[in-house]
């Protein structure tokens, strides 16, 4: 099984809310990874989770907090977004973070939308 | 820094031409290059890597690229493509971050592949 899953496929939600995207996978990879696409853009690296703990941290604002409960799970929890964050969200995982020969596992992404 | 670019934006093409995807990194000690490609509203996934060996690597499902070394690139070519190839494609460096142990991928800007009937 090489697939990583992302919950809720779509997501709209105002300025005020707070929301939580979800990620699992179950290929016992020890590495996780948030990326924020834009429409025709490449996917920019926001946070890694190496064995649990963030290891990078690409300057995101406090507004996106990450969340590693365990080693199969990853949320993004989100609050006080600005329309400028609508994007789609996307989630991988590899064995290991710190080989540079590691494939990366997408999910299909969370399309999020804030008004 | 480590980087990769691609050259072109977009690429269109008619169904069974021979296509190449253009794709240079800047040099360093150590090079791991992927390829991977987004369909319209999917995630990305892997189509090839190449870490070390042989220079020319290869997919399931016909492209392959070749590591060049004194050319700094990983064009990645297929000879026949197919209207279902129209995709996005990205090229990607696996560097450390700030020279530790742990590694992120930078991606190309990617290119736009459409195969018209």
């Known amino acids: 099984d090489t697939e990583v899953t992302q919950t809720p496929k779509h997501l709209v939600m105002g300025m005020t809310n707070k929301k939580s995207l979800k990620c699992e996978q179950h290929?016992?990879?020890?590495?996780m990874y948030w990326y924020k696409q834009k429409a025709k853009k490449p996917p920019e690296l926001m946070f890694v989770?190496?064995?649990?703990?963030?290891?990078i941290n690409e300057s995101v604002p406090s507004r996106f907090s990450p969340e590693c409960p365990n080693s199969s799970l990853l949320n993004l929890h989100l609050h006080a977004l600005q329309p400028e964050d609508s994007a789609l969200y996307l989630c991988a995982s590899s064995q290991g973070a710190t080989r540079g020969t590691d494939t990366q596992y997408f999910g299909p992404g969370t399309r999020l939308t804030v008004l | 820094a480590q980087s990769v670019t691609q050259l072109d934006s977009q690429v269109p093409v008619f169904e069974e031409a021979p296509v190449e995807l253009r794709c240079n990194y800047s040099?360093?000690?150590?090079?791991?290059l992927f390829w991977y490609v987004q369909y319209p509203n999917q995630g990305l996934q892997l189509l090839l890597k190449y870490l070390s060996g042989s220079t020319l690597v290869e997919s399931i499902n016909g492209f392959e690229a070749e590591f060049n070394k004194s050319q700094t690139s990983f064009h990645l070519r297929k000879p026949s493509v197919h209207i279902s190839d129209t995709a996005e494609y990205f090229c990607?460096?696996?560097?450390?971050?700030?020279?530790?142990?742990?590694?992120?991928?930078?991606f190309g800007k990617g290119t736009l592949l459409t195969v018209n009937p």
């Open positions: 040099s360093s000690v150590s090079v791991y």
């Open positions: 990607a460096v696996s560097v450390s971050e700030g020279g530790g142990s742990n590694y992120k991928l930078t």
């Open positions: 290929m016992g990879h020890r590495a």
């Open positions: 989770y190496s064995y649990e703990k963030l290891s």
